[in-house]
Structure formats: structure tokens, C-alpha cells
């Protein structure tokens, strides 16, 4: 096309127009045409680089790579090719592009340039922050703005360098593990072994074996001696997981070892001497076990030094999101996978979900949409059933067929609204026009509903 004609002018005004740097170069490498934005981009005048050769512009290093690269767009073996590119403090993105006629006959290439800078210097910074915001609300793996998990960190920091023995409540998929294993890692015994034993996962008759050891001859099967759990975590820590469910005979065992520090095993007369803390674990209430005479009250205050409570998530409203984008980012990497992001339907089932399996069910639904989910965005569809179809409002449901419960049910439909509007001022950090557009609602509205609720 020459300069008279007309479609000619349109063309080169787009292409002076556009903010990307752009550099076209024919079916011989010569540059034919630069625009404004790659001479601002790149530093350069346009006049310096019409008719030389495109290799000529790169450097001598990497000039037989751009020209393997060019080849490859000619014979269509590549479709296109983006490379980063750091030059005078700017970073830039340079795309190439084969470029062809409507007989699929290969005109030239065109080289596409974006400075990329303050993108790559956003990201950059989002990570720091987000080291930041980690380091200072993580401890041991578990990830806490929440008023509520402050203190347990606290906890676990202060307890962690000393001997006491531990026990840690709470229920089953709030991290009762977790905590165990950071107690131990920053212990003085973090050198030595943390040995773990679910006491309920073993029948009665081989917990003894298990918890104290065997010698040879012991019993049918006892073929040679065996160190049980005492010996095997000396001079380590001894995590007792489901300690409500040990049977009372074993109990009163497991008593004697802790007041006299030393095991006996099953077959054996010998007294052997164990240098073990204890970390024990329960999702009962042991003081109700003790009422009920299911757990002997003198091992309960042998446990209960210092108690560590962990509370459910539905409790940690504030933790949801951010432990949901934890999850959501760990498992892509794992799978391979683009990283999804939470749509707002998304976000809002997951604060109104009451979590019965706490973190570990949460860790799980995020699992699920890493795996299942086609697109980019974790959609409500995305989520398990039991998030989307509030199995958790059946009583509201049964009420609204009865017309006396009318009164009752405005009751509770006032306290789940005044609910959510807590939960989004809590997880946008009480930033008000954040929060309404997480409800969905205008901050007119959402003033007027504040006022209402108090």
C-alpha cells in the first residue's frame, strides 16, 4: 500500500494513536513503519530505524534467538511470542506477531511493545504485602486476622519454649494438629521427634501395646521387643490426639506414666525412664466426660495445665476469605492450574456457610473448585451444595408455611440481615462503600440499615 492511498492515512493514524509501541517489519525484515509510542517506549527515533533489518535493533547476544523465533512465525510453527524485557530501569513486553494477507502469504512481522513497569512494580508489592500480611497473622501454618485466634497465637507463642503439658480443644477441622506441631517446633525439643497416636483410631487391646511397648515373647505375634510411643518420643513431645476417647483402663495407665515419668512394658518387669512432653487433643468437653464418670478426673487436671481452646470458624468470620484465597492459591499450584478468583456470590456464601467441619471443610470445597471449576472465576455453582442451597434454613423454611410464625420469622430475617452487614463490615475492615458493594446494595441503604440495627 502506498502513501496516496486512502486506506493508507487511516491506518497509519491508528497506528500512531495507539499507547502500544509498534513496530512493523516486512516479508524481509526491513522496518517499514514505527510509531510514536515505541520511539517514546523505547527511547528512540523512528527516522534511526526505517529500512534496517529487525535483527539489527536487537542486541549481537540475542539476535540468533530473535531470528530463530521469526522463522518460526514465517513457517507458522509458532503462533505468536511474548518476552520480558528490562531496559534503563523500564520493563517492558515485547510480542511477536506474524502477520499474513488473505491468501495466508506471509507479509512481515509486527513487534508490539508495552511497558509493563508499574504492573510488575503493583505485583511486586502485593507480594511483599502479602508476606507482610501473613508473617503477621500466621502462626504454624494457620492464617488469623480474627480478634478471635489473636490470643491463641499468643498462646502458642508463650507455651511453645516451655515443658507443661498442653491441652488443646476445640472442634474436629480447627487445626488441633497444627497447633501441636508448631508447640513443637518452637520448643527446645524441636531436635527431637514429635510422635503422634489418635487414640481413638486403635482398638482397646493394641493401645497399650502401642502407647508402652512390648517385649519379646509378650504375646502371640510378639516376635521381637518393640519401644511403644513413651519411648519413641523421649526427650520429644508426645501428641495425644481424641484423648477423650481412651478407655478408662487405659487411663489409669496412662496416669501413672505421667506421674512417675517412666513405662513398663506389656511382658516386661523393668521400669523405664521417658523424658516426654505431653500434647493432648480433644474435640469433647472433658469437664462433662469427668461429670459422667467417662474420664477419670485426676488425668483430666494432669492434662489441663494449660488449656488452649481453638474456636470454630464460624466464629473467625474475618479468616474465612483470606483462608479461602490461601487455599484457592495452594492448590492451583499444585494442580497446574490458574489461580481462581471469588466471585461476589462466591464470597457471600461462604461467610453465610456455618461450617460444621470448620477449616478442614472449607480447605476441602476449595480443593473441589481447583479441580472442577472450567473457568477463572469460582462461581457459586462452583461450591459444594450444602454452600449454595443453605442447608442450614430449614427452620425459617417450616416457619414461613405457618402464618403464626410470621412475627418470629421477620424476627430472624431482621437478625440474618443485621448479621451479614456485620460480616462484610468485618471482612472489608469496616469500610463502609466496600461493604455495600459486597451486599449488593447502595451505602445509602446500607447507612439507613446500620442506624436500624444499631
Given at each position: 500500500?502506498?502513501?496516496?492511498?486512502?486506506?493508507?492515512?487511516?491506518?497509519?493514524?491508528?497506528?500512531?494513536?495507539?499507547?502500544?509501541?509498534?513496530?512493523?517489519?516486512?516479508?524481509?525484515?526491513?522496518?517499514?513503519?514505527?510509531?510514536?509510542?515505541?520511539?517514546?517506549?523505547r527511547g528512540i527515533d523512528a527516522a534511526n530505524y526505517?529500512?534496517?533489518?529487525?535483527?539489527?535493533?536487537?542486541?549481537?547476544?540475542?539476535?540468533?534467538?530473535?531470528?530463530?523465533?521469526?522463522?518460526?512465525?514465517?513457517?507458522?510453527?509458532?503462533?505468536?511470542?511474548?518476552?520480558?524485557?528490562?531496559?534503563?530501569?523500564?520493563?517492558?513486553?515485547?510480542?511477536?506477531?506474524?502477520?499474513?494477507?488473505?491468501?495466508?502469504?506471509?507479509?512481515?512481522?509486527?513487534?508490539?511493545?508495552?511497558?509493563?513497569?508499574?504492573?510488575?512494580?503493583?505485583?511486586?508489592e502485593n507480594s511483599v504485602l502479602r508476606d507482610q500480611l501473613l508473617s503477621e497473622y500466621t502462626c504454624g501454618g494457620m492464617i488469623g486476622r480474627s480478634p478471635a485466634m489473636q490470643p491463641v497465637f499468643q498462646m502458642i507463642r508463650s507455651t511453645a519454649p516451655l515443658d507443661s503439658t498442653i491441652l488443646i480443644t476445640g472442634e474436629s477441622g480447627t487445626g488441633k494438629e497444627l497447633v501441636a506441631r508448631e508447640l513443637h517446633g518452637k520448643s527446645r525439643r524441636s531436635g527431637s521427634p514429635l510422635i503422634k497416636i489418635n487414640c481413638a483410631a486403635l482398638p482397646e487391646n493394641l493401645l497399650e501395646s502401642e502407647l508402652f511397648g512390648f517385649e519379646k515373647g509378650a504375646f502371640t505375634g510378639a516376635l521381637k521387643e518393640r519401644k511403644g510411643k513413651f519411648e519413641q518420643a523421649h526427650r520429644g513431645t508426645l501428641f495425644l490426639d481424641e484423648i477423650g476417647e481412651l478407655p478408662l483402663s487405659a487411663q489409669a495407665k496412662l496416669l501413672r506414666v505421667l506421674q512417675e515419668k517412666t513405662v513398663e512394658r506389656i511382658g516386661g518387669s523393668r521400669e523405664i525412664q521417658v523424658d516426654v512432653r505431653i500434647v493432648a487433643a480433644t474435640n469433647r468437653d472433658l469437664r462433662q466426660d469427668v461429670a459422667a464418670g467417662q474420664f477419670r478426673e485426676d488425668l483430666f487436671y494432669r492434662l489441663n495445665v494449660i488449656p488452649i481452646e481453638l474456636p470454630p470458624l464460624r466464629e473467625r468470620l474475618e479468616d474465612i476469605l483470606p483462608?479461602?484465597?490461601?487455599?484457592?492459591?495452594?492448590?492451583?499450584?499444585?494442580?497446574?492450574?490458574?489461580?481462581?478468583?471469588?466471585?461476589?456470590?462466591?464470597?457471600?456464601?461462604?461467610?453465610?456457610?456455618?461450617?460444621?467441619?470448620?477449616?478442614?471443610?472449607?480447605?476441602?470445597?476449595?480443593?473441589?473448585?481447583?479441580?472442577?471449576?472450567?473457568?477463572?472465576?469460582?462461581?457459586?455453582?462452583?461450591?459444594?451444595?450444602?454452600?449454595?442451597?443453605?442447608?442450614?434454613?430449614?427452620?425459617?423454611?417450616?416457619?414461613?408455611?405457618?402464618p403464626a410464625q410470621g412475627s418470629v420469622l421477620a424476627s430472624k430475617l431482621d437478625d440474618r440481615e443485621a448479621e451479614l452487614i456485620e460480616q462484610a463490615l468485618a471482612v472489608t475492615g469496616h469500610r463502609r462503600a466496600e461493604a455495600a458493594r459486597l451486599l449488593g446494595i447502595s451505602r445509602k441503604t446500607l447507612w439507613k440499615k446500620m442506624k436500624r440495627y444499631r
Open positions: 500500500m502506498t502513501e496516496s492511498e486512502p486506506g493508507n492515512a487511516v491506518y497509519r493514524a491508528i497506528l500512531t494513536s495507539m499507547g502500544e509501541g509498534i513496530i512493523f517489519a516486512d516479508h524481509t525484515n526491513r522496518i517499514v513503519c514505527v510509531n510514536a509510542a515505541a520511539e517514546q517506549i526505517l529500512g534496517r533489518d529487525l535483527l539489527a535493533i536487537h542486541s549481537p547476544p540475542a539476535r540468533s534467538r530473535i531470528a530463530d523465533i521469526l522463522a518460526s512465525l514465517r513457517s507458522g510453527t509458532l503462533a505468536f511470542h511474548t518476552r520480558p524485557l528490562e531496559v534503563k530501569g523500564r520493563i517492558f513486553e515485547n510480542s511477536y506477531y506474524p502477520i499474513k494477507d488473505g491468501d495466508d502469504r506471509f507479509v512481515g512481522t509486527l513487534m508490539v511493545s508495552r511497558d509493563i513497569t508499574e504492573r510488575e512494580h503493583l505485583k511486586e483462608l479461602a484465597t490461601v487455599f484457592l492459591s495452594r492448590f492451583a499450584a499444585e494442580m497446574g492450574r490458574p489461580e481462581l478468583k471469588l466471585s461476589r456470590e462466591a464470597k457471600e456464601a461462604l461467610l453465610n456457610h456455618r461450617y460444621p467441619g470448620n477449616v478442614r471443610e472449607l480447605k476441602n470445597a476449595m480443593e473441589r473448585a481447583t479441580a472442577l471449576c472450567t473457568g477463572n472465576i469460582l462461581m457459586l455453582d462452583d461450591l459444594p451444595a450444602e454452600f449454595r442451597c443453605g442447608a442450614f434454613a430449614a427452620p425459617e423454611a417450616e416457619a414461613l408455611r405457618d
